[in-house]
């Protein structure tokens, strides 16, 4: 079984996903579970990760 749930707020996310994908610009950016993504981002907060990921994936690509 599978529950779509969107939110912002990532203490919902810690306490209710046992799968978590991060999107940014509509894109995939990153998926896995909190703690693969906290070990991923080398953060020990879940919105730190999340601001990271979707942050590195908004300006991938862009120029200085």
Known sequence: KCIVFSTHIMQEVQLLCEHV?????????AEGTVEELLA?????HFEDAFVALAFQASTAGETS
Do not use: H
């Open 40 to 44: 991923q981002t080398g953060q020990t």
């Open 21 to 29: 994908v991060v999107m940014a610009k509509g894109r995939n950016v």
